[in-house]
Antibody
Framework: EVQLVESGGGLVQPGGSLRLSCAAS????????MSWVRQAPGKGLEWVANIKQDGSEKFYVDSVKGRFTISRDNAKNSLYLQMNSLRAEDTAVYYC??????????????WGQGTLVTVSS | DIVMTQSPDSLAVSLGERATINCKSS????????????LAWYQQKPGQPPKLLIYWASTRESGVPDRFSGSGSGTDFTLTISSLQAEDVALYYC??????????FGLGTKVEIK
């Protein structure tokens, strides 16, 4: 069974940093593109970042470019999101869904429960 | 960026009746080389993560009840719940994965019981 468990969320002040982790199990992690998708309280879904199987390609939504860094450790079956210069508008539940199949042009087929990031003074 | 427009924002349907949600893309999501539409539908119940229901516009994900169906091509798509059940109360999102990045979602449609 595919399992994705996000962690690392919490309360952080504006301008602060946070590192999110996603532990994957139940599938061959190194075979899949992985993503971060967020959902602000009471709002819709927003894709944040993607990373290729070997980490050689990364994509970001414009609003986080230069502030967030996605990375992965295939030996540890783990995905990360380093978030710097956090803003109030980054407040959201962050999910780390897997992308179906081995290609980036595919839907998000498995999701974890998410971790809440709150940016507030 | 591709804009995904869902309608209606919300709808209330009686149990056992049909629910229809529309999704319009600002550009065609049909890739002529493989004749596939790069469009997915997700269901999100309160307090839960999204769940993939439909992909390639009409392919039902494993384990999804057959009362859920997807149709459409190009820029216009529909998610239909043929006979609404109480457990179908949720938010539904469409998403395109053709013109990426970014991977974009619609704003969601809330389905309730009338």
């Amino acid at each position: 069974e595919v399992q994705l468990v996000e962690s690392g969320g919490g309360l952080v002040q504006p301008g602060g940093s946070l590192r999110l982790s996603c532990a994957a199990s139940g599938f061959t992690f190194s075979n899949y593109w992985m993503s971060w998708v967020r959902q602000a309280p009471g709002k819709g879904l927003e894709w944040v970042a993607n990373i290729k199987q070997d980490g050689s390609e990364k994509f970001y939504v414009d609003s986080v470019k230069g502030r967030f860094t996605i990375s992965r450790d295939n030996a540890k079956n783990s995905l990360y999101l380093q978030m710097n210069s956090l803003r109030a508008e980054d407040t959201a539940v962050y999910y780390c869904p897997r992308i179906l199949s081995g290609y980036s042009h595919a839907p998000f087929d498995s999701w974890g429960q998410g971790t809440l990031v709150t940016v507030s003074s | 960026d591709i804009v995904m427009t869902q309608s209606p924002d919300s709808l209330a349907v009686s149990l056992g009746e049909r629910a229809t949600i529309n999704c319009k893309s600002s550009q065609s999501l049909l890739y002529s080389s493989n004749n596939k539409n790069y469009l997915a539908w997700y269901q999100q119940k309160p307090g839960q993560p999204p769940k993939l229901l439909i992909y390639w516009a009409s392919t039902r994900e494993s384990g999804v009840p057959d009362r859920f169906s997807g149709s459409g091509s190009g820029t216009d798509f529909t998610l239909t719940i043929s006979s609404l059940q109480a457990e179908d109360v949720a938010l539904y999102y469409c998403q395109q994965y053709y013109f990426t990045p970014p991977w974009t979602f619609g704003l969601g449609t809330k389905v309730e019981i009338k």
